[in-house]
Protein backbone atom coordinates (compact mmCIF):
# COMPACT_ATOMS: atom_id res chain seq x y z
CA UNK A 1 0.00 0.00 0.00
CA UNK A 2 1.11 3.47 -0.90
CA UNK A 3 1.95 5.69 2.52
CA UNK A 4 -0.23 8.82 1.74
CA UNK A 5 1.17 10.99 4.50
CA UNK A 6 2.91 13.86 3.55
CA UNK A 7 6.36 14.23 3.36
CA UNK A 8 8.53 16.61 5.38
CA UNK A 9 11.92 18.24 4.87
CA UNK A 10 13.60 19.43 8.24
CA UNK A 11 16.07 21.76 8.49
CA UNK A 12 17.96 21.90 11.89
CA UNK A 13 21.40 23.81 12.66
CA UNK A 14 21.19 22.30 16.61
CA UNK A 15 19.94 20.47 19.09
CA UNK A 16 16.94 19.53 17.37
CA UNK A 17 14.62 19.31 20.07
CA UNK A 18 11.85 20.60 17.60
CA UNK A 19 12.65 17.57 15.10
CA UNK A 20 12.34 14.92 17.68
CA UNK A 21 8.78 16.59 18.82
CA UNK A 22 7.76 15.78 15.07
CA UNK A 23 9.46 12.55 14.81
CA UNK A 24 7.44 11.51 17.27
CA UNK A 25 4.33 12.78 16.54
CA UNK A 26 4.59 11.19 13.35
CA UNK A 27 5.79 7.88 14.65
CA UNK A 28 2.85 7.91 16.77
CA UNK A 29 0.36 8.96 13.68
CA UNK A 30 -0.47 11.80 15.60
CA UNK A 31 -0.18 14.10 12.77
CA UNK A 32 -0.97 12.93 8.94
CA UNK A 33 2.54 13.25 7.56
CA UNK A 34 6.36 11.45 7.93
CA UNK A 35 10.30 13.20 8.34
CA UNK A 36 11.28 11.90 4.61
CA UNK A 37 14.74 13.86 4.96
CA UNK A 38 16.97 16.36 7.75
CA UNK A 39 19.13 18.82 6.58
CA UNK A 40 21.98 20.30 8.82
CA UNK A 41 24.44 23.32 7.59
CA UNK A 42 26.32 22.27 10.76
CA UNK A 43 27.95 18.97 10.90
CA UNK A 44 27.69 18.37 14.60
CA UNK A 45 24.26 19.35 14.67
CA UNK A 46 22.70 16.84 17.22
CA UNK A 47 19.24 17.07 14.54
CA UNK A 48 21.78 14.70 12.50
CA UNK A 49 21.83 12.23 15.05
CA UNK A 50 17.98 12.04 15.65
CA UNK A 51 17.37 11.67 12.09
CA UNK A 52 19.29 8.78 11.41
CA UNK A 53 17.99 6.82 14.84
CA UNK A 54 14.72 7.60 13.65
CA UNK A 55 15.84 6.09 10.74
CA UNK A 56 15.12 9.10 8.46
CA UNK A 57 18.13 10.22 6.57
CA UNK A 58 20.32 13.09 6.94
CA UNK A 59 22.47 14.89 5.17
CA UNK A 60 24.74 17.83 6.39
CA UNK A 61 25.44 20.65 3.90
CA UNK A 62 28.78 22.39 4.26
CA UNK A 63 28.11 26.11 3.81
CA UNK A 64 32.05 26.25 3.45
CA UNK A 65 31.40 24.80 -0.22
CA UNK A 66 29.43 27.77 -2.07
CA UNK A 67 30.39 31.40 -2.59
CA UNK A 68 26.58 32.64 -2.31
CA UNK A 69 23.29 32.31 -0.07
CA UNK A 70 21.77 31.37 -3.34
CA UNK A 71 24.23 28.46 -4.62
CA UNK A 72 23.61 27.43 -0.98
CA UNK A 73 20.13 27.30 -1.43
CA UNK A 74 19.90 26.01 -5.39
CA UNK A 75 22.11 22.92 -3.82
CA UNK A 76 19.39 22.73 -0.77
CA UNK A 77 16.51 22.45 -3.80
CA UNK A 78 18.64 19.83 -5.90
CA UNK A 79 19.39 17.83 -2.47
CA UNK A 80 15.36 17.81 -1.21
CA UNK A 81 14.18 17.22 -5.36
CA UNK A 82 14.38 13.71 -4.78
CA UNK A 83 12.83 13.63 -1.45
CA UNK A 84 9.51 15.09 -2.78
CA UNK A 85 8.79 17.07 -0.27
CA UNK A 86 5.45 18.67 0.47
CA UNK A 87 6.37 20.81 3.39
CA UNK A 88 9.56 22.10 4.95
CA UNK A 89 9.92 22.49 8.10
CA UNK A 90 12.34 25.14 9.49
CA UNK A 91 13.55 24.07 13.18
CA UNK A 92 16.23 26.18 14.51
CA UNK A 93 17.84 26.29 10.89
CA UNK A 94 19.96 29.23 11.51
CA UNK A 95 20.04 30.13 8.04
CA UNK A 96 18.20 33.19 5.97
CA UNK A 97 17.04 31.55 3.11
CA UNK A 98 17.16 33.31 -0.45
CA UNK A 99 14.37 34.11 -2.89
CA UNK A 100 15.34 30.83 -4.81
CA UNK A 101 14.32 28.40 -2.02
CA UNK A 102 11.55 30.42 -0.56
CA UNK A 103 10.46 30.68 -4.11
CA UNK A 104 11.10 26.46 -5.20
CA UNK A 105 9.04 26.08 -2.19
CA UNK A 106 6.57 29.04 -2.17
CA UNK A 107 3.59 28.63 0.46
CA UNK A 108 5.02 25.39 1.40
CA UNK A 109 8.17 26.42 4.22
CA UNK A 110 6.74 26.54 7.78
CA UNK A 111 9.02 28.16 10.92
CA UNK A 112 9.21 27.76 14.52
CA UNK A 113 9.94 31.06 16.10
CA UNK A 114 10.09 31.95 20.47
CA UNK A 115 8.50 35.08 20.47
CA UNK A 116 4.88 35.96 19.86
CA UNK A 117 5.52 37.62 16.41
CA UNK A 118 5.77 40.57 15.36
CA UNK A 119 7.61 41.23 18.49
CA UNK A 120 11.02 40.21 18.84
CA UNK A 121 12.15 38.93 15.26
CA UNK A 122 15.54 37.71 15.01
CA UNK A 123 18.20 35.16 16.54
CA UNK A 124 18.09 36.48 20.07
CA UNK A 125 13.90 36.46 20.65
CA UNK A 126 14.14 34.94 24.37
CA UNK A 127 16.56 36.96 26.03
CA UNK A 128 15.06 39.96 24.51
CA UNK A 129 11.95 39.50 25.91
CA UNK A 130 13.57 39.23 29.06
CA UNK A 131 15.49 42.45 28.49
CA UNK A 132 11.80 44.50 27.72
CA UNK A 133 10.76 43.44 30.93
CA UNK A 134 7.72 42.15 28.70
CA UNK A 135 5.12 40.24 31.06
CA UNK A 136 4.06 37.96 28.13
CA UNK A 137 6.22 35.92 25.69
CA UNK A 138 5.13 32.72 23.60
CA UNK A 139 5.43 30.73 20.55
CA UNK A 140 4.49 31.43 17.07
CA UNK A 141 4.72 28.91 14.19
CA UNK A 142 4.33 30.90 10.43
CA UNK A 143 4.72 30.83 7.08
CA UNK A 144 7.98 31.48 5.39
CA UNK A 145 8.63 34.21 3.20
CA UNK A 146 11.27 36.43 1.93
CA UNK A 147 11.38 38.78 5.07
CA UNK A 148 12.57 37.27 8.41
CA UNK A 149 10.13 36.31 10.66
CA UNK A 150 7.50 37.44 8.67
CA UNK A 151 5.26 35.33 7.31
CA UNK A 152 1.43 35.12 7.65
CA UNK A 153 1.02 33.29 11.31
CA UNK A 154 -0.86 29.55 12.02
CA UNK A 155 -0.33 29.56 15.35
CA UNK A 156 0.79 31.10 18.41
CA UNK A 157 0.49 30.40 22.03
CA UNK A 158 1.38 32.99 25.03
CA UNK A 159 3.94 32.44 27.75
CA UNK A 160 3.87 34.31 30.60
CA UNK A 161 7.08 35.40 32.36
CA UNK A 162 7.51 34.75 35.74
CA UNK A 163 9.19 37.66 38.12
CA UNK A 164 12.91 37.18 38.11
CA UNK A 165 13.07 33.86 36.22
CA UNK A 166 16.47 33.13 34.14
CA UNK A 167 16.16 32.85 30.14
CA UNK A 168 17.26 29.03 31.07
CA UNK A 169 14.17 28.50 32.56
CA UNK A 170 12.03 30.43 30.28
CA UNK A 171 13.11 28.81 27.39
CA UNK A 172 12.51 25.70 28.64
CA UNK A 173 9.31 26.26 29.13
CA UNK A 174 8.97 27.85 25.70
CA UNK A 175 10.65 24.82 24.18
CA UNK A 176 7.41 23.02 25.83
CA UNK A 177 4.95 25.04 23.93
CA UNK A 178 7.04 24.68 20.84
CA UNK A 179 7.09 20.60 21.20
CA UNK A 180 3.38 20.98 21.01
CA UNK A 181 2.54 23.57 19.01
CA UNK A 182 5.08 22.64 15.38
CA UNK A 183 2.95 19.19 15.41
CA UNK A 184 -0.26 20.93 15.78
CA UNK A 185 0.85 23.26 13.11
CA UNK A 186 1.79 20.77 10.66
CA UNK A 187 -1.52 18.88 11.28
CA UNK A 188 -3.22 22.09 10.30
CA UNK A 189 -1.43 22.82 7.25
CA UNK A 190 -1.58 19.04 6.24
CA UNK A 191 -5.42 18.71 6.76
CA UNK A 192 -5.59 22.14 4.68
CA UNK A 193 -7.06 23.73 7.22
CA UNK A 194 -4.59 26.93 7.29
CA UNK A 195 -5.11 28.44 3.83
CA UNK A 196 -3.16 32.14 3.52
CA UNK A 197 -5.83 34.92 2.46
CA UNK A 198 -3.23 37.98 2.78
CA UNK A 199 -1.92 38.11 6.39
CA UNK A 200 -4.90 35.55 7.35
CA UNK A 201 -4.87 31.91 7.65
CA UNK A 202 -7.85 29.77 8.64
CA UNK A 203 -10.01 27.06 6.89
CA UNK A 204 -11.41 28.86 4.01
C1 LIG B 1 13.72 26.89 18.86
O1 LIG B 1 13.61 27.61 20.05
C2 LIG B 1 13.03 27.60 17.74
O2 LIG B 1 11.97 28.40 18.15
C3 LIG B 1 14.13 28.45 17.17
O3 LIG B 1 15.29 27.69 17.29
C4 LIG B 1 15.17 26.81 18.39
C5 LIG B 1 15.55 25.45 17.91
O4 LIG B 1 15.66 24.53 18.95
N1 LIG B 1 13.81 28.83 15.79
P1 LIG B 1 15.83 22.98 18.65
O5 LIG B 1 17.08 22.84 17.78
O6 LIG B 1 14.60 22.52 17.93
O7 LIG B 1 16.00 22.33 19.98
Not at 11 to 31: F, P, V
Not at 82 to 102: D, E, H, K, Q, W
Not at 142 to 160: N, Y
Amino acid sequence: MTDKRASLAVLCSGRGSNLQAILDAAKKRLIPARVAVVVSDRKDAKALSRALKAGVPAHFLDPRGFLTRHDYDCALVKLLKPYRVNLVCLAGFMRILSPVFVKAYAGRILNIHPALLPAFPGAHAVSEALSWGVKVTGVTVHFVDEKIDHGPIILQEPVAIHEGESEKHLLGRIHCVEHRLYPEAIKRVVAGKAKVRGRQVGKA
